[in-house]
């Protein structure tokens, strides 16, 4: 893997994925709203940035040319298909070979084996009907926007994400292919952990076509299954 676009670099995840990529020594091209582009004034030099909404299909056009890998963050904001208009030009647009990985929430299902609590369940009805009604998000439009990725015969990863807190990292995340399984109770992880996990995904084959749904390595539940384990 030599070179990857970020989609959504401007973000919170999208920050983190583009130090964990500097590292692991890429050359990255990021995409992010024109608004947006001052915020990653610090690694203007060691990135090549191009402005635009990512659902502007001639921008991803550009932006995944030539890349081995994509890493795209999906996000319900706004009420227009934004999620799903940034995945389809991605898989219509990166090149046959490369990598795709897409962050998203527990809350998309695969195949409709993920057991929720009933928090989850009430807090996803609450936010999706204030959200539509205030035409500030659309949880639909991620959920459709997966559908998609699911049923593309692309290299993609689905990575769905526990709650999210900010903090140092505590390591590569652990993953089980079902909410419901013992060891994601905790429903803990770093965000810069989560931005590990994508950019690690863009390397490991065992994640193609998976939808991986994740937690801190070092939270409760993960520490108790891995004890289990052993
Ligand atoms: N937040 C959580 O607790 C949580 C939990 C589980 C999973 N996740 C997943 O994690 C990923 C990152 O989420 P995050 O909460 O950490 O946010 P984030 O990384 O800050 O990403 C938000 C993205 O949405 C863009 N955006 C914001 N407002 C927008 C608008 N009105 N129209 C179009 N784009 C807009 C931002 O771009 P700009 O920089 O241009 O504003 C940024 O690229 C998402 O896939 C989310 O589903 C989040």
């Not at 001639?58 to 706004?78: E, F, R």
């Not at 990598?99 to 999706?128: E, M, P, Q």
């Not at 204030?130 to 639909?140: G, M, Q």
Request: aromatic share 8%; with cysteine.
């Amino acid at each position: 893997m030599k070179k990857i676009c970020i989609v959504g670099a401007s973000g919170k995840l999208g920050r983190y994925m583009i130090q964990h990529a500097l590292n692991k020594g890429y050359e990255i091209v990021g995409v992010c709203r024109e608004q947006s582009v001052h915020k990653l004034d610090d690694v203007k030099d060691k990135i090549t940035l191009i402005p635009g909404y990512t659902n502007d299909r001639a921008v991803i056009k550009q932006a995944v040319k030539g890349c081995d890998g994509v890493l795209v963050v999906l996000a319900p904001w706004g009420v227009q298909q934004y999620s799903t208009g940034t995945a389809q030009a991605v898989l219509d647009y990166a090149e046959p070979e490369a990598r795709l990985i897409f962050s998203c929430g527990w809350h998309i299902t695969r195949d409709g084996k993920d057991v929720y609590k009933t928090g989850l369940k009430i807090f996803v009805a609450i936010f999706g009907f204030l959200a539509k009604l205030f035409r500030f998000a659309d949880l639909d439009d991620q959920v459709e926007a997966c559908k998609r990725i699911f049923a593309s015969d692309t290299r993609w990863t689905v990575v769905r994400g526990s709650d999210l807190e900010e903090g140092e990292s505590e390591g590569l995340p652990v993953w089980a292919r079902h909410v419901g399984d013992p060891k994601l109770e905790s429903n803990l992880t770093r965000r810069i952990d989560f931005a590990l996990f994508m950019v690690a995904a863009l390397e490991d084959e065992n994640l193609v076509q998976e939808a991986p749904a994740i937690v801190s390595c070092r939270c409760e539940s993960a520490l108790n299954e891995s004890g289990k384990g052993s």
